[in-house]
T-cell receptor, first 110, second 114 residues
């Protein structure tokens, strides 16, 4: 089976930096996604990591350590519009099936 | 480029009734997914298609749920008969291939069973 674990909720201040962690246990791992989902909307793609290391994309960065089964999403210069749920999904197996975590609800306050 | 299209956006039905959802993926995308997302939870995969073949349907409750993608393009997901616990958002997603590094989601079909 597969297990994806991420915190349920986090709060942060506008302009600050926040790190959302995700740990996974899966057989045949072959990639990790991060998605952003605003309430009532569909998930939108943020990043995909398959190799170890940090990938930076504007204010958002994503890190992966395959040996530790660990990833994080780093959000810099937080804005109010960043308040959303952040979903971690690990892909595994020969069919490359993505399994999602429960999501981390991020609340950004002034 | 047009995104993943889904319909209907919202549906309210009584338990034991049936409902069908339609999805048209991004043009040229071979892989199509149906996910169920219950409020406050992450999406749960119901079925994955590669062209018109089923890759994985191990979490699809086959006694009441069915899905097809006959021509390898658009897809329908049916629930019959519906139960109260089926109230959820049904998300369709597609990617260029099952190993593609971006999966695009549609806006979802919101189902309420009363």
């Amino acid at each position: 089976g597969q297990n994806i674990d991420q915190p349920t909720e986090m709060t942060a201040t506008e302009g600050a930096i926040v790190q959302i962690n995700c740990t996974y246990q899966t057989s045949g791992f072959n990639g990790l996604f991060w998605y952003q989902q605003h309430a009532g909307e569909a998930p939108t793609f943020l990043s995909y990591n398959v190799l170890d290391g940090l990938e930076e994309k504007g204010r958002f960065s994503s890190f992966l350590s395959r040996s530790k089964g660990y990833s994080y999403l780093l959000l810099k210069e937080l804005q109010m519009k960043d308040s959303a749920s952040y979903l971690c999904a690990a892909r595994s197996g020969g069919s490359y099936i993505p399994t999602f975590g429960r999501g981390t609800s991020l609340i950004v306050h002034p | 480029e047009a995104g993943v299209a889904q319909s209907p956006r919202y549906k309210i039905i009584e338990k034991r009734q049936s409902v069908a959802f339609w999805c048209n993926p991004i043009s040229g995308h071979a892989t199509l997914y149906w996910y169920q997302q219950i409020l406050g939870q992450g999406p749960k995969l119901l079925i994955q298609f590669q062209n018109n073949g089923v890759v994985d349907d191990s979490q699809l409750p086959k006694d009441r749920f069915s899905a097809e993608r006959l021509k390898g393009v658009d897809s329908t997901l049916k629930i019959q008969p519906a139960k109260l616990e089926d109230s959820a958002v049904y998300l369709c997603a597609s990617s260029g291939g099952f190993s593609g590094n971006t999966i695009y989601f549609g806006e979802g079909s919101w189902l309420t069973v009363v």
